[in-house]
């Protein structure tokens, strides 16, 4: 069977998160302890202790997941478990860069800390708003957006999640018309979601210049195997085509189901969620039904794989 990688996103932040792994294992623990001086602050702590108010501000909880999703890589590798290609869910791209070599640890928890930052600024300049259409198809779902934009606002798809899940992103008007219409079009459920901007959408487009620049200060490097793309859902192989990619996605659907279905072209059949939660693995799993699947947030989860699962997945 042949591995890939795939990194959570935003939204898979907790309180307590990463702490059972570090006082575990050391490797995780100097993970943290790197993160928060790259940061200047302690970012360990409000991702072990909260409050979760402050820890699920944008610009901490990227950091914060990126954080525990590294700490989790240090440990699988090791394992030397051989990883054919890796993904992540918007922020948790910049997770499976990292896991590539394409740009340092520290450099990785700084941007992604800024970046969050330039989206909350983003969405402060022109709020907006996310919503969960259950039980459409993506075809329906681009409809219902486009004939709710027609009334005014933008309202957009943001994330193809699975079949039948999509989530919008846009004006908060624009968003309430387009579920309405959702709605009536046969969808299920239309879940408005507690976000602090329409997140990939044309709504947070001034974040990209400041991403830009600050990236240009960075030295990337070409993955040491591919990263599928949040954006275009295809592989990529060279530092130029990440850095131009990594600023597309802030106003770029997250073509997840796309993702999945090019690392299973890849020969993928196996997939390690690496960092907190197992949303990513819930959706493998209907987007691919005969994939195995593994969510490896914890210290528990993390000690079963490598002590009874290691040899039977090389």
């Known amino acids: ?71 989790v890589w240090r440990l699988l590798q090791p394992l030397d478990i051989p990883v054919l290609a890796a993904a992540g869910h918007s922020l948790g791209e910049w997770s499976a860069y990292v896991a590539a070599g394409t740009l340092s640890f520290a450099d990785a928890v700084r941007t992604v800390r800024r970046r ?28 219902v957006c486009a004939e709710a934009s027609q009334a005014g606002g933008i309202a957009v798809p943001a994330n193809y999640n699975a079949p039948g899940q999509v989530v919008i992103s846009g004006d908060p008007e624009a968003v309430e018309r387009a579920g309405g219409l959702a709605r009536q079009g046969g969808a299920k459920r239309v879940l408005p979601l507690n976000v602090s901007g329409a997140f990939h959408s044309p709504l947070i487009a001034s974040a990209e210049e400041g991403l830009r620049d600050w990236l240009a200060q960075l030295s990337l490097r070409d993955p040491s195997f591919p990263v599928v793309a949040n954006a275009t859902a295809r592989p990529v192989r060279n530092a130029a085509e990440a850095g131009r990619l990594l600023i597309e996605q802030l106003t770029a659907p997250v073509r997840w189901v796309g993702c999945v279905q090019a690392m299973t072209e890849l020969g993928i059949d196996r997939f390690l969620e690496v960092g907190p939660g197992n949303v990513l693995c819930g959706l493998v799993r209907r987007i691919e039904r005969g994939a195995e699947t593994r969510a490896l947030g914890t210290a528990e989860a993390f000690e079963e794989f490598s002590n009874n699962l290691a040899t039977a997945w090389n």
């Open 1 to 71: 069977m042949s591995t890939g990688l795939i990194f959570p996103g935003q939204g898979s932040q907790h309180v307590g998160m990463g702490r059972d792994i570090a006082e575990r294992f050391l490797l995780a623990r100097d993970t943290f302890l790197e993160a928060d001086e790259a940061l200047g602050f302690p970012l360990s702590q409000l991702c072990w202790e909260g409050p979760e108010a402050e820890l699920t501000r944008t610009e901490n909880a990227q950091p914060a997941i990126l954080v525990h999703s590294v700490a």
């Open 116 to 143: 969050g930052e330039l989206m909350a600024k983003a969405g402060a300049e022109r709020p907006g708003t996310m919503a969960a259409v259950l039980g459409l198809d993506d075809e329906a779902t681009q409809r």
